[in-house]
């Protein structure tokens, strides 16, 4: 079975409703089939390791039970139009004008080829998931007191760019499956990921193993030769001394780095480390933000118009979060394509 249909009937055991219990013959069954999926996606040749499956059930079995706890989270969708910016706190918070709203699903390629696929035709929304970049700063603004205006006021302005849609379906299940396979791929990403870098961790000791080891016949060269009549052999014995003790250090990092790569048993402990501690790599928050009309942070005692929500982010990794949201795209507020040509073309 293809490696994309591994991960599509995972994700739709995962995310797709329909809870197991834990001991039941289903739930065995995805275990075993997400083993296989990620097997097959990291290194396949964990395959010839006898009792592969029984060493990562239960890392597996950690991350379906984290899996579908996001799962359960239920993300009220999102209307996407120029005329919500107006009327829901969420896309004004999001977007800076009411152009941007379907500025953003026009530049959209996922978006523009679901609308254009011919089976999507009669199809007038889609949902998708959008994410952004979340910015805060601390500025000196002005606040009105009363009927005086206080300047230089400590303020956090927030605001969101860099926005992205992805996983464009007809329905919202759909697109929650999309959702969900995605995430399941992102932890065999990690796994991969880690022993991608000791490969390269290995390679690089081997090279300045060699390196070192030519500097030390250069210096043997050194102190045997011509040049021990202008520089103290003792010095040259020093520096052919810290090159041993380097050379040493390399030789065991290197004999480490290939004795965690090389085998088999060695990368169903990635595997392992990662499975075992998903929401290491992948997490949900939900953090209320109040704010006013102009991005400004504010409590509850501002008195002016707020956008107040619940503002869910994603983290995929130590340098990696984005806000999210589950959205509703109507195809009628997809702009033509001639009009992003000449809104492009004004900033030229």
Known sequence: MALSSLFDRVAAAVFGGG?????????RQLIAETIESVVEAVEPRVRFRAGYQGK?????????????????EGLEPVLLTRAAWSDDPRVNAFFATADDVPACLGRSRELRAFF??????????????????????????????????????????????GHRLVAPSATLPATRLDVGRRVIQRLAQVALSRIIALDMKATELQEHKAYLG????????????????????????????AVERE?????????????????????????????????????????????????????????????????????IGENFTAA?????????????????VANAERYL
Request: hydrophobic share 40%; proline share 4%; glycine share 6%.
């Open 247 to 315: 050379l040493k250090e390399t030789v065991e990092g290197y004999i480490e780095a290939k004795a965690s790569l090389a085998t088999l048993d060695g990368y169903i402990k990635h595997i392992d480390e990662v499975f075992s501690h998903p929401e290491q790599h992948v997490s949900l928050t939900h953090t209320p933000l109040r704010m006013s009309r102009m991005g400004v942070k504010v409590d509850q005692a501002f008195m002016g118009a707020v956008n107040e929500l619940a503002l869910t982010e994603l983290s």
């Open 214 to 241: 030519a500097r030390m016949r250069l210096l043997n060269l050194a102190r045997d030769g011509m040049e021990g009549l202008v520089k103290d052999p003792a010095t040259i014995d020093e520096q052919m001394k």
């Open 116 to 161: 254009e696929n011919p089976a999507n035709r009669d199809v007038q929304e889609a949902f998708a998931l959008l994410g952004m970049k979340k910015d805060e700063r601390n500025v000196l603004g002005m606040e009105l007191h009363g009927d005086a205006v206080k300047q230089d006021v400590a303020q956090v302005t927030v605001s969101f760019s």
């Open 324 to 340: 999210i949201a589950i959205v509703r795209c109507p195809r009628s507020e997809l702009p033509p394509k001639e009009d992003l």
């Open 19 to 27: 809870q197991q219990p834990v001991d039941s013959e289903a739930d």
């Open 56 to 72: 990562l059930e239960g890392c597996v079995r950690n991350s379906i039970a984290y899996l579908r706890s996001i799962a359960r």
